[in-house]
């Protein structure tokens, strides 16, 4: 049986991992963090259930509606039935795409990270979690995976990489395999680049009014401090009766500029910016979360001709650094095509 190292257990590491499931592969996930899903992440927080990176999953093509729709169990599945209005630099709110807001706005009643727990079960997979990859080394035939700690895992006949391309370019800067190969990928992945931005939580216990039926808003010519913001409410499940919570995720500009500003000033400046764009005076937040997604969404994507470089020994790569944009869909179907490639390398 062929051996499957795949770094990351994202959605785009994850539907790889799905789409070898009946393949004479054994695949070993190793993830960094505590659970699975990555960007596609969910919090709890005194009764509230949050999605505080991705807001909801398009399935913008068959392949993927297919997946989440008929392969995997939909009794979580929701569809946020209301629009994203769109507003400006002015703070001027109108109506958003009729054609975008047709589309379905999916997430899960238990939050968008059941996405990546459904992926992981289906595929019964082995994933490795709080083991940060540092460095992969080749001998010719075989690689190692070495972790923080200096824990080594081998042997495997191809290792599949999906974190944010910076992260992806220091595991392989600092390691040793074919030098040729190593600039080529390492270069590959240097032309990606990624926006910062803070996500904002803010929960009331009222339930907020707005200056339209919309669930979100999103910001369209990158001049307001806020590029999006949502009402958590909408989603079956998330809010409890009676309250809102709502997420503002501030833009990368004014992320950058407050970066290491400490959380109640965060706090306290996306409650005054939620209110001024809604028009309304809020009421205190019961409680604030945040995170600061340092490698948000891709700006820019990686060179994929120079990454094929890897693919001669067993190298392949996957994730929204390969799209350029961030879509949790465009994210899957990478992880499919690395899927494609990695039956035809491991027969
Ligand atoms: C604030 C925000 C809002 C967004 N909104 C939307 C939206 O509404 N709709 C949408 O479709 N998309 C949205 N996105 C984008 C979407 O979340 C991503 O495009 C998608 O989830 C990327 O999946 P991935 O598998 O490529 O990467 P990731 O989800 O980043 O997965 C990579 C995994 O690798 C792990 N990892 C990193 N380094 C190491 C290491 N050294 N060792 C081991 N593991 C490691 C990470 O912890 C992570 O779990 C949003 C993203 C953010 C941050």
New binding site residues.
């Given amino acids: 049986m062929k051996r499957l190292a795949v770094?990351?257990?994202?959605?785009?590491?994850?539907?790889a991992a799905y789409a070898l499931r009946d393949a004479p592969v054994s695949v070993t996930v190793?993830?960094?963090?505590r659970g699975?899903?990555?960007?596609?992440?969910t919090r709890r927080k005194q009764g509230f259930l949050y999605d505080?990176?991705?807001?909801?999953?398009?399935p913008d093509t068959d392949r993927v509606r297919q997946l989440i729709a008929h392969e995997l169990p939909t009794e979580e599945l929701v569809d946020i039935g209301r629009p994203v209005w769109v507003f400006d630099g002015a703070g001027t709110i109108r109506e958003g795409d009729p054609a975008a807001n047709a589309a379905p706005k999916w997430t899960y009643r238990s939050g968008i990270s059941t996405l990546g727990k459904l992926l992981a079960r289906a595929a019964d997979v082995d994933v490795h979690t709080q083991?940060?990859?540092?460095r992969l080394e080749h001998n010719g035939r075989t690689w190692t995976v070495v972790?923080?700690d200096g824990v080594r895992y081998h042997p495997f006949d191809a290792v599949l990489l999906?974190?944010?391309a910076p992260?992806?370019r220091?595991?392989l800067a600092a390691g040793w395999f074919d030098a040729g190969v190593q600039e080529a990928v390492v270069d590959g992945l240097a032309v990606a680049s990624y926006s910062s931005?803070f996500?904002v939580m803010l929960a009331y216990d009222a339930v907020l009014p707005r200056p339209g039926p919309f669930y979100a808003l999103v910001n369209t010519d990158g001049e307001h401090p806020v590029a999006?913001l949502s009402f958590e409410d909408d989603k079956p499940g998330h809010v409890p009766p009676g309250h809102s919570l709502l997420v503002v995720?501030m833009a990368p500009g004014w992320t950058l500029a407050h970066y290491d500003a400490p959380p109640a000033t965060l706090a306290e400046a996306a409650h005054r910016a939620a209110g001024s764009l809604l028009a309304v005076s809020l009421p205190e937040p019961i409680w604030t979360d945040r995170?600061r997604?340092r490698?948000?969404?891709?700006t820019a994507a990686a060179d994929a001709e120079r990454l094929r470089a890897g693919e001669a020994i067993g190298l392949f790569f996957?994730?929204?650094?390969l799209?350029g944009?961030?879509?949790?869909?465009?994210?899957?179907e990478?992880?499919l095509e690395a899927a494609a490639a990695l039956r035809a390398f491991l027969p």
């Fill in positions: 770094i990351g257990a994202g959605i785009s590491g994850l539907a190793f993830e960094k963090s699975v899903s990555g960007r596609a992440a505080h990176g991705a807001n909801y999953i398009r083991v940060r990859v540092v972790d923080a999906t974190p944010p992260q992806t220091e595991i931005q996500a999006w995720q995170q997604w490698y948000a969404l891709p996957a994730g929204d650094a799209v944009r961030g879509r949790v869909a465009r994210a899957l990478t992880g």
